[in-house]
């Protein structure tokens, strides 16, 4: 069995086979950096980091762009609430955003085009849509897609013309369909969120960002575009839309993922500070934790957010942590290398990434590791402690990967080590001279504190429980 994705376009799972043999063009709309990201808005960024690693280890050479939409209404509004040019605050977010995905071990794309870096792309494409009839300008500057020129409008979101709601800023356009592809400069408006373009100074719409940096790094066809449903409406549609008009392939398919729920509503932005990956590090969950948490859960459903959800995650995590540091520790770290994927895993992760079945996977194995471990069965264990590394790496998740050690714990984990040596030295010594009451309170005391020794032919193991 090879790839298979559900595609929102036909809304269906389908076959997953690139334009061009052996290559993969990915697009994902990134975020309008407004405020701080909180992990409802990290999600789509995990989401796409778990496909582009399994079209990579599918063996596709993979161009991933995701985008930094820098100019927005919403940023001029920030701009003006804090007395500050609105360009500092796209930068100051889109520096947090870097650091969250960082965090959470989201590899850098191949691109990230900002949108204020690719005006000319946009009004070329504008210019395009204008001659071919399906924009037009209005006497303040304005100009509009006309949905009316273009009759698979709604084919992404299958909504009918009735079902669309007119937008409130109604005032030049022809339908209350059409959206805008130029903002002419408003008075008031800073000066430097102004553009030159063939119908006077303005900005772009947002939609038309995506649409001309797509076609700017994939060309003017690819294969996936996606983001989350949020932003399948009007969002996609309307890139969809202005893309095909102005004689553009555009994408194969259409990827979303589900969003985050906080009691069964989407977080909204003012959630970032009490969701932040730094906020939830205070109440202590680790970046691990959450991306464990984020990629057990398949991409396309809704998931409500909880800390007890989180919590419970954690615990799933630590106990596929605690096997592979067990066996590391047990048999050596180099018996965990180079481990291969089950073909239940894999099978899980082509059947449209079933993460939640793949992860189930790689706990089965755990459970199998760790019984081999007690039963003194090395060969057994090194090699579920290399498939289940192998695995959770697949997932960006391996447990002994640097990225995920917390500078403080290694330095406690240090002092905790030498510590538990010396005491197992003096208990081999207190053996030695045949003092088994001094050996058995050395090992009760160890025991108290939590840490479980046992003898194994290569001397004593300990792990802390
Ligand atoms: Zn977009």
Not at 273 to 283: D, F, H, I, R
Not at 335 to 355: K, Q, R, V
Not at 403 to 413: M, N, T, V
Request: charged share 25%; hydrophobic share 40%; proline share 5%.
């Amino acid at each position: 069995m090879s790839l298979r994705l559900y595609d929102t376009g036909t809304r269906s799972v389908r076959d997953f086979q690139p334009r061009k043999p052996g290559q993969v063009g990915v697009y994902l709309c990134g975020l309008t950096v407004q405020g701080p990201p909180h992990i409802g808005h990290l999600r789509s960024g995990v989401s796409y980091d778990v496909l582009i690693r399994w079209l990579r280890r599918t063996g596709y050479d993979v161009t991933y762009v995701r985008n930094v939409t820098d100019i927005d209404d919403k940023i001029l509004v920030r701009g003006e609430e804090q007395s500050r040019p609105w360009w500092s605050i796209a930068y100051e977010n889109e520096r947090v955003l870097a650091a969250g995905y960082a965090a959470l071990g989201v590899l850098a794309p191949s691109y990230e085009p900002r949108a204020t870096g690719h005006i000319t792309q946009m009004t070329d494409l504008i210019a395009d849509l204008v001659e071919r009839g399906h924009a037009y300008v209005t006497p303040a500057g304005d100009v509009w897609f006309d949905v009316s020129s273009w009759p698979a409008y709604g084919e992404l979101s299958h909504r009918r013309p009735e079902d669309m709601l007119s937008s409130p800023d109604a005032g030049s356009k022809r339908d209350s369909r059409d959206f805008g592809l130029w903002k002419a400069h408003k008075p008031g408006e800073p000066a430097d969120a102004s553009w030159t373009s063939p119908w006077g100074p303005g900005r772009p719409g947002w939609h038309i960002e995506c649409s001309a940096m797509a076609r700017r790094y994939l060309g003017d066809a690819f294969d996936i575009h996606g983001g989350g449903t949020d932003i399948m409406f009007p969002h996609h549609e309307n890139e969809l839309a202005q893309s095909r008009a102005a004689g553009l392939g555009f994408a194969n398919f259409w990827v979303h993922n589900g969003m985050l729920n906080l009691s069964g509503t989407k977080m909204s932005k003012s959630l970032g500070n009490t969701l932040s990956v730094e906020a939830l590090g205070e109440k202590g969950f680790r970046p691990v934790d959450i991306r464990y948490y984020l990629t057990s859960a398949q991409y396309r459903s809704a998931v409500d957010f909880s800390e007890t959800a989180l919590g419970e995650a954690q615990a799933a995590w630590d106990r596929l942590n605690n096997f592979v540091h067990r066996t590391a520790e047990s048999l050596g770290a180099e018996t965990t290398i180079g481990g291969a994927l089950s073909p239940e895993f894999t099978a899980a992760m082509d059947d449209d990434l079933n993460t939640p079945a793949a992860v189930a996977v790689i706990h089965d194995a755990a459970r199998e590791g760790n019984a081999a471990l007690d039963a003194g069965d090395d060969a057994a264990a090194a090699r579920s402690g290399a498939g289940v590394r192998a695995m959770l790496d697949q997932l960006g998740l391996d447990p002994l990967d640097p990225h995920w050690d917390d500078p403080g714990d290694a330095k406690l984990s240090g002092a905790v080590d030498a510590l538990v040596k010396l005491a197992l030295e003096q208990r081999a010594e207190a053996r030695a001279r045949k003092d088994y009451a001094a050996a058995d309170r050395i090992r009760d005391e160890l025991a108290h504190a939590g840490i479980t020794v046992k003898d194994t032919p290569r001397g004593p193991v300990w792990t802390v429980d």
